[in-house]
């Protein structure tokens, strides 16, 4: 089963940039899509982006977009959020999931295991 570590959050003012990373353990991390979400305090988790196992293909949450870009390293098995024009409201707890095969759902539920997660705090 992958394991899943993040790193790179931290405290940014807004308007400035933060470069999320997640390493995972195991072979087959080619064969999963990989996500990231979010919790802000009092919040759900929720959706952030995705990309599909080659990478070819990516997905973003509307309020993201534009902003944020998923990418990743299959030959390291990484996967990283680059995260510009931050905004207070981008302060949350981020994550990253595994989903066995093609993306299929952007929800949080059809997604697993999870990292730790990693604290991203924008301040005004």
């Known amino acids: 089963q992958v394991q899943l570590v993040e790193s790179g959050g931290g405290l940014v003012q807004a308007g400035g940039s933060l470069r999320l990373s997640c390493a995972a353990s195991?072979?087959?991390?080619?064969?999963?899509?990989m996500g990231w979400f979010r919790q802000a305090p009092g919040k759900e988790r929720e959706f952030v982006a995705a990309i599909s196992r080659s990478g070819g293909h990516t997905y973003y949450a509307d309020s993201v977009k534009g902003r944020f870009t998923i990418s990743r390293d299959n030959a390291k098995n990484t996967v990283a959020l680059e995260m510009n024009s931050l905004k207070p409201e981008d302060t949350a707890v981020y994550y990253c999931a595994t989903r066995l095969g093609v993306v299929g759902s952007l929800h949080p539920a059809d997604f697993g295991p999870w990292g730790q997660g990693t604290q991203v705090t924008v301040s005004s």
């Open positions: 195991g072979r087959t991390f080619s064969s999963y899509a």
